[in-house]
């Protein structure tokens, strides 16, 4: 009597695929909102710095009250401009954390950079006429040409924020609290022409915006760091927060989905102002670090 082989199903290559990236998607949620377990170093800045995206979002109208600040810039290449007193406009943006490609910055560094969250508001001040080259630092776009630019006229104030009350773990907030990025426009916008695949990592938007493509186009801003009259930042922060240079890209990008925040600020200077709500939509723009005139973060 004959005998039916009975051989074991296959399963489709399309659907290994789509268990892998499941499964990879699953991890990535636990591990960008797990805590961290022990208390953290300080990363290097080279660390903090190049693997630093941010993803800015246009926000729902919103006139903070009458702020004025002294500013006075951080980074060496900037260290010959003078200080300058802005006054905060209206609120035009919330940028959050990113990463590209699915490469996730190293685990050390991230607990950092998922809980870097600044709103930006619009500010006036005098054109500075500086010629610049910038390198991309971050390991997605590292291989890019450098490109020379002029740095024009400041038009965004971009400070810490955080996000329905989801506060930073102390030795976190000693760092992210005082970053302050002073967004001039840039000439020639250049655009470059990439399409990249983005991922958040802030625990209150990872699993709320799923990953999405975005088609980076021209080049806008260079937002670079800025000291804020009455502030107290330890050395070491400092020697972080001065490397922080970040290159706005246009970007388009399918819909996400509408999301209502409350932000609180993080910063002790503007730690007075009012509670505010934020709505937020599809993202404007990409925020990428780069080193300015061939001076890099330290290792």
Known sequence: ???????PARRSKPMIRRLISAAIGILTVAVLTAPPATALALPTPKDFVSNLDLECFKTSPYQPPATTLTLRHLNPVLGNLPTEQVTLGPREQLCVPVAKNNV?????VLEFIRYVDLACYRIQGASVNTQLVLSHLNPVLQTLPRQQVTMNAPQHLCVPVAKNNVTPPAEVLSLVSH????CYDITPNTPLNLQLGLRQLNPVLVDRIPAHSAQVA???????????AGDTVPSAVVNILRWIDLEKYDILTQATPTISLTLRHLNPVLGK????????????????????NGQFPPS
């Open 1 to 7: 009597m004959s005998r039916a082989i009975l051989k």
């Open 104 to 108: 996730l910055p190293p685990t050390p």
């Open 179 to 182: 970053i302050d990025l002073k």
């Open 218 to 228: 021209a080049a806008r801003q260079l937002c670079v760091p800025v000291f804020k």
């Open 273 to 292: 102002l009012p509670v505010e709500q934020a709505t937020i939509g599809s993202a404007v723009q990409l925020a990428v670090p780069v080193a300015k």
